[in-house]
């Protein structure tokens, strides 16, 4: 008997990934979040952070915000970013970090909006080390 469940990550521009996976790692509002095969169902939203994919081998995305559902073993996360930390480059890191840090600094900013960028900002340094 196998414990794979199916994975998707899709956003407005492509389906990221599509296959199966073991165990995948999501950074949800509640905290980090490990889904396994026969996970009860769930709707939940992503924060900044990274998404781990585990089978074989391990894949990890970079994501800013999305849903998940997950039900009759299928994890569905729909995602306006998710980019495979195999292709980010210092320098756009850097200017993410740069563009975060300034949107952290504007008074106007609500505290979801401090609170969302102050992850972005750590997930994002957290890469460029």
Request: aromatic letters at 8%; charged letters at 30%; a negative charge.
């Amino acid at each position: 008997m196998s414990d794979k469940f199916t994975v998707e990550i899709i956003t407005p521009d492509k389906s990221i990934l599509n296959s199966e996976a073991s165990e995948v790692i999501i950074p949800s509002y509640e905290g980090q979040m490990g889904i396994l095969k026969d996970h009860i169902p769930l709707i939940t939203f992503l924060r900044p952070g990274f998404i781990l994919v585990k089978s074989q081998n391990e894949k990890k995305y970079y994501v800013e915000e999305g849903t998940v559902e997950f039900s009759d073993n299928k994890l569905l996360i729909l995602t306006s970013t998710a980019k495979d930390l195999l292709n980010f480059d210092k320098n756009s890191i850097d200017q993410l970090i740069q563009v975060a840090e300034k949107k952290l600094e504007d008074m106007n900013s609500t505290d979801k909006e401090r609170y969302v960028t102050s992850y972005k900002i750590n997930s994002l340094k957290e890469i460029n080390q």
